[in-house]
C-alpha cells in the first residue's frame, strides 16, 4: 500500500494536525509535469514543506506538555484522596476513583495516539523528501534533515509518561494500600518463559496494553531508574558456548558479564546460564555474584578470588551460609571455565529494558527490551577490547554510530519477554493471553541475543545460523482485527515461526539492522523507515498467513537449502534468496524431543531383536535340517533326481492361502 494510502486509513486521533501528504506530493507533481521543476516550484515546496513541519511539531510539543499536565492533575487528586481517607480514617472514595479512571484512561489513549501521529508524520517527512530528489534536479533532503534535527518532534519519548500512568492505575487497583501476594495453594507449577517480537510502529501500545494491568517494576529506591542494561558475552574462538546454546544441548552454558546504567557503574554481575533438558527433570538456572570493577580483570586472569568478598559479607551477616557457599562454588568455576575453556569476550548487548510486575508476585512478570544493539567485543582482526573484559569506547547512547559499521548491529525490533508461574492446571490471566495472540507481537521461540549478535556480527567464523535468521527480511506488521480488544486468536497453539520466502537481498544485510546505513537512501517510498532494516513490499504486511510451522519452514525452504549445496551454478544467491558464501551453513531448527519418545525408540528396538532372532533361528533350522533327504540320497548313491519337487511347490500354496486368508479377515473385519 502507498504511504498516501496508509496515512489516511491510519490517521484517526488530531486529523487536521497530520503532515498534508497530499498536497506536497500535488505541488511536486504540478512541478514534474509542466516540463521542468524550476527554482519557483522549489521555492513553494520548501514553504510548503516548512508550514507542514511547523504545524506538526508545534502540535507535538502543545499536545505532550498538555498529557503531562492533565497526568500531574490527576496525581494530585489522587493523593489528596488517599490524604482525606488516611485524616478521617475512612474508606476511599471509590466514585472519585473512578472519575480520575476514566480521565487516565482517555489519557492513556491520547499517549497511544500521539505517539503514532510522531511515527506517522516522521515517515510522511522522510518519503516526501525522497520522492522530491528522485523526481526532481534539487537534492533537498540532506539540507531539510538539519531542519528537521533542529525541531525533532520524533525524538518525543513517552516513557515517563507511562511509568507514571502507570503508577495511576496501581494506585486506583489497589486503593493505595500494596497488600501482600496470596500463599500459593498449591505445589505444582509450571514456569514458562517465551519471547516475542514487536514492531517499533507498535511499541508505545504494548505499554498501554500491559500498563492497565501491571505496574511498571522500579529498581531503585530513588525512583529514578536507568533503563539501560549492558551485557558482555563470553566464548571461544571454537565457539563452543555458542554452539551448545544454539543447539540446546543439556547442560549448556552462557556466561556474560552484566551491568545496568552507564559505563561509570563500580558494580557488575557475572552470570552464568545453564540449560536443563526436560527429561533431566530440572529447570533452566540462572546464577550470578556482584563484582567490583575493578578486579574484573583480575578476577579473569585467575589472579583474584572472591574469598575476601563473600569473608566480609559473612562478619557483617549480609546473606545466609547457603547463599555464601553457592557464591564461592560459582565463583570458582566461572574462573575455572574461563581459563580451561579459553574464554574470552566475544559480543556486546546493549538495551533499554521497562520491566512490568506486581511487587512481591512472581507469576506474571513481562519485560520489554528496546533499542536493542549488539557491538563486537573481539579481537579477531584488530584490537577491540584487547585486554580489557569489554572495549571503553562504545559507552551506553544508542544507535552508537561512532562505533565502525562492521562492529555494530541494531536489531530492528523490540524484545517482549513474558514469565508465567502458574499453577498446574490454570490458565494464564485472560489480557496475558489477548495480547500474545494480538497483531501487536510475534512470537519466536528460544531468540537469543547472544546468538544473534554472534551469527550477524561473526557470520564468517560459525557454520551453524540460529532459525530465525532467514525470516529478518519480512515485515512482521500485521492488520489489528476488526474487534481489537477482543483481541481473535491469529494463529493456532503449536510453536511457529515467520518464514515467508527471502528477497534476493542479502537476509544478512537486514539482519544487521542499519549495519548498512548507506543503504537507506535507496529504499523505496513502500519501505518501512523506523525499523532500521530493510525490508520486503509493505503490502507483504496486509496478506494473512505470514506465519508458517517450523515443519513448513525446513520442508520449503531448508530441504531445498541443502539440496542444491553441491550447485556450483555462476548467480549470487540461491533460488530461495540464501547468500551463496553462506550456502554451507545449516540451520538450526528448535526440536523438542520428549522423554517418552526415547522410551518409545527403545521398545521400538526390542520388537525389531526379537523379530530378528525368530528369523534367524528359522534360517538356522532351515540351513542344518532343509538338505537332511538330500544328502541321504547322495550319501547312498540313490539315482536321481535329487531335487524336491513337492516341498516348494506345497510352500508356495500354503502361503498363497495364508496371504488370502489374511485379506479376507481383514476385509470382513472393517
Not at 59 to 85: M, N, P, Y
Not at 393 to 422: M, N, R, W
Not at 470 to 477: L, N, T, V, W, Y
Request: include cysteine; charged fraction near 25%.
Amino acid at each position: 500500500m502507498k504511504y498516501g494510502s496508509t496515512l489516511k486509513e491510519q490517521k484517526t486521533a488530531f486529523h487536521f494536525y497530520y503532515i498534508d501528504y497530499d498536497q506536497l506530493k500535488s505541488l511536486l507533481k504540478a512541478g514534474t509535469t509542466s516540463g521542468k521543476f524550476t527554482e519557483k516550484h522549489e521555492a513553494d515546496f520548501v514553504e510548503a514543506l516548512e508550514r507542514e513541519l511547523e504545524k506538526v511539531a508545534s502540535f507535538c510539543s502543545i499536545k505532550g506538555d498538555e498529557l503531562t499536565r492533565r497526568v500531574q492533575h490527576c496525581e494530585e487528586l489522587v493523593d489528596s484522596i488517599l490524604k482525606k481517607a488516611k485524616d478521617t480514617d475512612s474508606q476511599v472514595d471509590t466514585d472519585s476513583f473512578a472519575s480520575i479512571e476514566q480521565e487516565i484512561t482517555s489519557i492513556t489513549t491520547e499517549v497511544g495516539e500521539l505517539s503514532k501521529f510522531v511515527r506517522l508524520n516522521y515517515s510522511g517527512f522522510i518519503k516526501i523528501l525522497k520522492k522530491h530528489d528522485k523526481h526532481t534536479e534539487f537534492m533537498l533532503k540532506t539540507m531539510f534533515m538539519v531542519r528537521l534535527n533542529a525541531r525533532p518532534f520524533y525524538k518525543q519519548s513517552f516513557d515517563m509518561l507511562i511509568i507514571r500512568l502507570s503508577k495511576l492505575y496501581d494506585t486506583l487497583r489497589t486503593g493505595g494500600k500494596r497488600e501482600a501476594p496470596p500463599p500459593p495453594t498449591g505445589t505444582s507449577f509450571v514456569r514458562r518463559t517465551t519471547k516475542y517480537w514487536v514492531h517499533p510502529d507498535n511499541v508505545t501500545e504494548v505499554k498501554i496494553h500491559i500498563l492497565k494491568n501491571l505496574p511498571v517494576l522500579v529498581f531503585s529506591k530513588t525512583g529514578k531508574d536507568d533503563p539501560a542494561i549492558s551485557s558482555i558475552y563470553f566464548d571461544n574462538d571454537s565457539f563452543d558456548l555458542y554452539l551448545g546454546r544454539l543447539e540446546k544441548h543439556e547442560g549448556a552454558q552462557a556466561l556474560r558479564l552484566r551491568w545496568y546504567g552507564n559505563m561509570d557503574q563500580t558494580e557488575v554481575f557475572v552470570e552464568r546460564k545453564t540449560h536443563r533438558e526436560d527429561w533431566t527433570g530440572e529447570t533452566s538456572v540462572k546464577e550470578r555474584f556482584p563484582i567490583k570493577e575493578k578486579y574484573v580483570n583480575a578476577y579473569l586472569r585467575g589472579e583474584y578470588t572472591m574469598d575476601h568478598t563473600i569473608q566480609k559479607m559473612r562478619d557483617r551477616g549480609l546473606k545466609s551460609e547457603k547463599e555464601l557457599n553457592g557464591m564461592q562454588t560459582l565463583s570458582t568455576e566461572v574462573q575455572q571455565s574461563v581459563a580451561s575453556k579459553g574464554l574470552k569476550p566475544m559480543v556486546r548487548t546493549f538495551y533499554n529494558r521497562t520491566a512490568f510486575q506486581l511487587p512481591g508476585d512472581a507469576c506474571v512478570r513481562i519485560s520489554l527490551d528496546t533499542e536493542l544493539t549488539m557491538i563486537r567485543e573481539d579481537n579477531f582482526g584488530r584490537p577491540r577490547s584487547g585486554n580489557n573484559w569489554r572495549r571503553l569506547d562504545a559507552g551506553t547512547i544508542a544507535p552508537f554510530t561512532h562505533l565502525p559499521e562492521e562492529d555494530v548491529c541494531s536489531f530492528p525490533y523490540a524484545i517482549l519477554e513474558v514469565k508465567l508461574q502458574t499453577q498446574h492446571g490454570t490458565e494464564a490471566p485472560k489480557w496475558v493471553d489477548d495480547l500474545i495472540k494480538s497483531h501487536l507481537v510475534e512470537e519466536v521461540p528460544k531468540f537469543s541475543k547472544f546468538i544473534h549478535g554472534v551469527s550477524t556480527l561473526l557470520e564468517n567464523r560459525v557454520s551453524l545460523l540460529p532459525f530465525w535468521l532467514p525470516q529478518m527480511d519480512k515485515d512482521i506488521r500485521k492488520r489489528p482485527a476488526d474487534n481489537w480488544g477482543a483481541f481473535p486468536p491469529l494463529r493456532p497453539d503449536n510453536i511457529e515461526i515467520l518464514v515467508d520466502q527471502p528477497t534476493p537481498a542479502s537476509s544478512f544485510a537486514a539482519a544487521n539492522g542499519n549495519r548498512n546505513r548507506a543503504s537507506r537512501d535507496e529504499q523505496d517510498e513502500t519501505t518501512p523507515l523506523l525499523n532500521g532494516a530493510r525490508r520486503t513490499d509493505a503490502r507483504s504486511a496486509e496478506q494473512p498467513g505470514v506465519v508458517a510451522s517450523v515443519t513448513s519452514f525446513f520442508t520449503n525452504h531448508v530441504a531445498p537449502f541443502f539440496s542444491r549445496a553441491g550447485d556450483e551454478s555462476a548467480t549470487a544467491t540461491t533460488s530461495n534468496g540464501i547468500p551463496r558464501q553462506f550456502k554451507n551453513k545449516r540451520i538450526a531448527l528448535p526440536v523438542r524431543i520428549e522423554p517418552k519418545v526415547f522410551f518409545a525408540n527403545e521398545r521400538t528396538f526390542l520388537s525389531w531383536l526379537h523379530f530378528c532372532i525368530v528369523l534367524g533361528g528359522l534360517a538356522l533350522g532351515l540351513l542344518n535340517f532343509g538338505d537332511v533327504w538330500r544328502a541321504h540320497k547322495i550319501r547312498t548313491r540313490d539315482a536321481g533326481p535329487y531335487d524336491d519337487r513337492t516341498g516348494p511347490t506345497v510352500l508356495v500354496i500354503v502361503l498363497f492361502f495364508a496371504v488370502m486368508t489374511n485379506f479376507y479377515l481383514k476385509f470382513t473385519t472393517h
